[in-house]
C-alpha cells in the first residue's frame, strides 16, 4: 500500500505540473480577470504607419484594433512621424503620457540619416482621462549629450526611491573609440523637464543596444524586484533590486530559438490575477510583428515559451514596437467608447458629385480628385454636444474635428470646451434637395446647416432650391 500510494501521489503530482504548463502556455479567453489591455504601438513605415494606434485585449493574447485600425494620435511636430510609444500612467492615475521616438523612415528622411543625423527629441503627449490628449510637444533629451546623433526608443518607470520617473532611451554616440548605441537616462517628473543624461547602459565592445523594458516584479516571483529586457544582439534578460543599482545578466532567449537579430523591441505585460507574463517581441527580420512569450517567472530564461500561431492573434494591422497598459474598468469603459470601430466614410457633394468635403491645410472645402485621400475621410462620431448627433472626426488628423466659427467651417483639435462640443455637432436629416440623400442641421444654430458655396463649406439657413442642393451630401464610404 505504502508503495501503491507513492505511486499515486506521483501520478497526481505529474497530473498537477501538466496542467499548470498547459496553462502558461495558452491562457484562455474565459480565463480573463478583470479588465482587458491597452496596447499603444505603430503600424510600419511611411508616415501614415509611423502614428499612435492602439489595439485592445480581453485576455492578453487576443488583439482587436481600436478606431477600425486608423491612427489615433499623429504628431503634428518635429518629423511628423512617431514610433515606439511607451504609455505612462501616474501612481495615483490622473494622469498619463505617451512618449516616442520623433522619427519617420521614408518621409524625407532614410536609415543612414536617422541613425547619425536625426531628432534628438522625443514626442509627448498628455491626458488625464486616457482618451483626451493635448498637442504633442517635443523633449530634448540627447541635446546633452556630447555629440549624440538621437533619440530612440523611449521607456519610462516610476522609481519609488527617488518620487519621480526614470526615462531611458537609446542615443547614438561616439564614446571611447566606439560610435553604437547605448542607453542614457534622466529624471523627470512631467516629461517637460529632465535632469542631465546619464549613461545607464553599455555593452562590452562594439555590441549596440536600442530597445530595453523594465518590469517590476512582485515579492515572491524570482529573487529580483526589477527585470529588464534588452535587445543587444540577444534578447538579454538582467535582474536587480534597484532601477540604478548593479543588474545581473540572467541569460537569454536563445535557448527558445529567439536572438537579437530575429525579434527586437520587448515589450512586458502582466495578466491579470495571476502571476504569468508576457513579453512581446517584434519579428522585424521577418516582417512578421509582435508575437508573445509566455512565463511565470521573468527573471528565469527556462521558464519562457515560445506560442504557436494559433494560440493568439495580433489583429488586423501589424503590431510594432509599443507598449501594454492594464486597465482599470473606467479606463477600459473611456477607452472602448471614445475609439469603437466606426468606419471611415466620404460626404459627396449632391449637385457636384466628382466633388467631395475634405480638409486642406485645415480649412475645409470640396475638390474632385482628393490626394491623399485621408484628407476627405471621416468618422461620424456620436455627437460631442448630444444624443442623437453626429460629429465629424477627420481620419487623417485624429482628434480633429469639423467646426464652424462665424459659419465658416475648419477642421480644429477638440479642445474639450462646451462651446467646440456644440460648433462641432449637427443632427443628419434628410436630405434637403433628396431625402434619400442627407443633410446635417446645426446644433447651435439650428436655423443653419452644413452647405458649399463656391466650393467653400459654410454655416447657412437654407432658403432657395440651389441653396438645398448645396446642403445634401451623401455618406459613403
Not at 325 to 354: I, K, M, Y
Not at 450 to 468: K, N, Q, V
Request: glycine share 10%.
Amino acid at each position: 500500500m505504502p508503495a501503491l500510494r507513492a505511486r499515486l501521489s506521483a501520478t497526481l503530482l505529474a497530473v498537477c505540473l501538466l496542467f499548470t504548463g498547459l496553462a502558461v502556455a495558452a491562457p484562455q479567453r474565459a480565463a480573463a480577470a478583470g479588465p482587458g489591455y491597452l496596447m499603444v504601438h505603430f503600424i510600419g513605415e511611411g508616415a501614415a504607419n509611423q502614428q499612435m494606434y492602439l489595439s485592445h485585449s480581453t485576455d492578453g493574447v487576443h488583439w482587436n484594433d481600436l478606431n477600425g485600425g486608423g491612427t489615433v494620435l499623429r504628431s503634428t511636430i518635429g518629423t511628423k512621424g512617431v514610433r515606439d510609444p511607451a504609455l505612462v500612467r501616474s501612481p495615483d492615475g490622473s494622469r498619463y503620457w505617451i512618449i516616442a521616438t520623433d522619427l519617420c523612415i521614408g518621409c524625407g528622411q532614410n536609415w543612414d540619416q536617422a541613425v547619425n543625423n536625426a531628432s534628438r527629441n522625443l514626442v509627448v503627449w498628455e491626458s488625464t482621462d486616457l482618451v483626451t490628449w493635448s498637442d504633442p510637444w517635443l523633449l530634448n533629451v540627447a541635446g546633452a549629450i556630447p555629440d549624440g546623433r538621437n533619440a530612440w526608443a523611449p521607456e519610462a518607470i516610476w522609481n519609488p526611491e527617488t518620487n519621480d520617473y526614470v526615462l531611458y532611451w537609446a542615443t547614438n554616440v561616439p564614446l571611447n573609440g566606439t560610435k553604437k548605441h547605448r542607453i542614457f537616462a534622466a529624471r523627470t517628473s512631467d516629461f517637460r523637464t529632465i535632469t542631465t543624461p546619464q549613461l545607464y547602459i553599455d555593452r562590452p565592445g562594439t555590441q549596440e543596444i536600442i530597445d530595453t523594458q523594465i518590469i517590476g516584479v512582485p515579492a515572491g516571483v524570482g529573487h529580483y524586484r526589477y527585470v529588464r529586457a534588452s535587445g543587444d544582439g540577444q534578447i538579454t534578460l538582467e535582474g536587480s533590486d534597484s532601477i540604478f543599482g548593479t543588474w545581473t545578466d540572467l541569460g537569454n532567449l536563445s535557448g527558445i530559438g529567439l536572438t537579437g537579430r530575429q525579434v527586437e523591441g520587448p515589450m512586458w505585460m502582466k495578466f491579470n490575477g495571476t502571476d504569468k507574463w508576457a513579453l512581446y517581441l517584434d519579428q522585424y527580420a521577418s516582417g512578421g510583428g509582435y508575437m508573445p512569450v509566455l512565463t511565470t517567472d521573468p527573471s528565469d530564461p527556462a521558464a519562457y515559451r515560445k506560442q504557436a500561431s494559433s494560440d493568439y492573434t495580433m489583429g488586423g494591422t501589424k503590431k510594432r514596437h509599443g507598449w501594454i497598459l492594464n486597465l482599470t474598468a473606467a479606463e477600459e469603459s473611456r477607452v472602448l467608447a471614445r475609439w469603437p470601430g466606426t468606419p471611415a466614410q466620404r460626404l459627396q457633394s449632391f449637385n457636384f458629385p466628382d466633388r467631395y468635403v475634405r480638409q486642406a491645410d485645415f480649412d475645409v472645402r470640396l475638390d474632385p480628385n482628393v490626394s491623399p485621400l485621408d484628407d476627405s475621410r471621416f468618422r461620424l462620431r456620436p455627437g460631442l454636444a448630444g444624443a442623437g448627433t453626429v460629429s465629424f472626426e477627420s481620419v487623417n488628423f485624429p482628434g480633429y474635428f469639423l467646426r464652424h466659427s462665424d459659419y465658416d467651417f475648419q477642421l480644429v483639435r477638440n479642445d474639450g470646451s462646451s462651446r467646440f462640443a456644440q460648433d462641432a455637432t449637427f443632427r443628419r436629416v434628410a436630405g434637403l434637395a433628396d431625402p434619400t440623400w442627407s443633410s446635417f442641421q446645426s446644433y447651435n444654430f439650428p436655423d443653419r446647416y452644413l452647405r458649399h458655396y463656391a466650393y467653400e463649406l459654410r454655416l447657412d439657413p437654407i432658403t432657395t432650391t440651389t441653396g438645398r442642393a448645396d446642403a445634401t451630401f451623401r455618406v459613403t464610404g
